[in-house]
């Protein structure tokens, strides 16, 4: 099997993180193709050099000297090559970058801190370099151009004898202009790499052990998710348990290569695997993991005879659209409905939606219930189980919380409820501690 192995910032911050990514490159022979991003942050208050390289641009757009910081970004470079006895030639390759800035675009500054790091790392893993500009082909519209990107990484894994280490985060317009990905998106770079040689697995090497059940804060040392659903995991990113890069996942995803996160700093950790299918044992545990989110807005709206009145959900959800608010969740009722929307996006303009729709609906009562928190109970198994919803409802009745909103996922992979900002920890670890460590019996 082939291994894309991708690495964080945080995995080649300095010489001794190097020191690890080569431990376990060479521990796993199936590991020949590697992905960097630039050297992040070596401890918490540090800089990453792709931040440093923004300031860069910042300055050269104001006319401000940066003399003093392109020192602390080349000495980065210098002391990582220094310390593992390297031959690149920083000090030139950096002057040279020097001179050049006047003519760069910004994309090609910043992209250069993956240059420098992957030109640094390939050396020290005696793997052959492989310029993201030349095979990562971007349409000008900032789309990948995958099948210009697939022949060509193709091509580089014939003429580099099956290995090499590829920069992430950019690659370059048919026209040999640089260009980035989102910020993180070193990801997406592994992501489309692993997907067009056809990888076995894409590994993504990071500072954490993968996926938790529930968030560290709330839940003391709660239990790893090992294996997950693509789709369980949308679910939990959406509700802010976010490892990797959204975007990243969709390359793999639609070939079906699963993603396994693993821990640099503790790389015996087994991590997640994320595939379309995670189920491997007859016993699973019943909730994949918690995650929730503060502050969202119900606005909650009642009509007598709301059923018969046809576009009445429609009329409501136009007025969010024309303010351009996204929306959460839509419970209904016979003769209610509300509409649960993120506080942020209507903390200016809540005033205003509620008259429209007081005006454009009429209804009997529009009520607003700031300070909602929704909480999403994920789990694959949870639709094999009778009774769990009753039985999350009834936990957090019975430990006094007042539970505002629920809806389920179609699939039934979530299960989701509303609660108040005071009451969302507890509710939280009053569903982790009754059901974070329940066990289903799958059947085959
Ligand atoms: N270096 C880039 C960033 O900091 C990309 C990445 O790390 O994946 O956003």
């Known amino acids: 099997m082939i291994k894309v192995a991708k690495f964080g910032g945080s995995s ?23 992905v960097v991003s630039a050297a992040g942050k070596r401890a918490s208050g540090d800089n990453k050099i792709t931040d440093l390289l923004l300031l860069v641009n910042a300055h050269i757009q104001y006319g401000v000297d940066c003399t003093s910081l392109l020192a602390t970004i080349e000495e980065r470079f210098l002391e990582i090559a220094k310390e593992l006895d390297l031959k690149f030639p920083v000090a030139d390759e950096f002057a040279r970058l020097v001179d050049s800035l006047d003519g760069a675009t910004p994309e090609y500054v910043v992209s250069r801190g993956e ?60 026209d040999g202009q640089v260009k980035l990905f989102t910020r993180g998106g070193g990801d997406i770079s592994g992501a489309i790499l692993a997907r ?21 804060r709330i839940i003391e040392n709660p239990r790893a998710i090992h294996r997950i659903t693509f789709e369980e995991m949308r ?5 802010g348990a976010s490892v990797l890069q959204e975007e990243a996942i969709f390359p793999v995803r639609e070939v079906n290569i699963p993603i396994q996160i693993k821990n640099t700093n503790a790389p015996d950790d087994f991590g997640t695997i994320i595939r379309e299918t995670a189920s491997e044992h007859a ?14 807005v119900g606005i909650y709206m009642q009509k007598a005879h709301m059923s018969n009145e046809v576009g009445c959900v429609r009329r409501a959800l136009s007025i969010l659209e024309r303010y351009g608010v996204s929306v959460e969740h839509i ?19 809540i005033y205003s939606i509620v008259a429209d729709i007081q005006n454009e609906l009429n209804p009997d009562s529009i009520n607003v219930l700031p300070g909602l928190s929704l909480i999403s109970v994920v789990g694959r198994n949870m639709s094999k189980r ?25 699939q039934e992979i979530s299960i989701i409820v509303g609660v108040q900002n005071e009451d969302f920890e507890k509710a939280i670890k009053v569903i982790y501690d009754n059901f974070g460590h329940s066990k289903v019996t799958r059947d085959h």
């Open 12 to 34: 080649v911050a300095d010489a001794n993180q190097f020191k690890k990514v080569r431990d376990i490159v060479k521990s796993d022979t199936e590991r020949r193709f590697v």
């Open 386 to 410: 009778v009774g769990t919803s009753g039985q999350i409802f009834g936990a957090l009745g019975e430990a006094g919380i007042n539970i505002r909103m629920i809806t389920q996922s179609s």
């Open 196 to 216: 067009c040689i056809d990888a076995g697995l894409y590994e993504n090497w990071t500072d954490v052990s993968g996926f938790l059940a529930a968030d560290p």
């Open 235 to 239: 679910e939990l990113s959406y509700m």
């Open 283 to 296: 016993v699973e545990h019943l909730i994949t993991g918690i995650a929730g989110k503060k502050d969202f």
């Open 331 to 349: 419970p209904t009722g016979v003769d209610t409905f509300s509409i649960v929307v993120n506080g942020e996006d209507v903390k200016d303009s």
């Open 115 to 174: 240059w420098f790091t992957g030109q640094l790392m390939a050396e020290y893993l005696g793997m052959p370099f492989v310029d993201a500009a030349d095979v990562i082909v971007f349409h000008h519209d900032g789309s990948v151009d995958m099948e210009r990107t697939q022949t060509r990484l193709r091509e580089a894994v014939v003429h580099n004898g099956g290995s090499f280490l590829l920069p992430g985060f950019y690659g370059s317009t048919v």
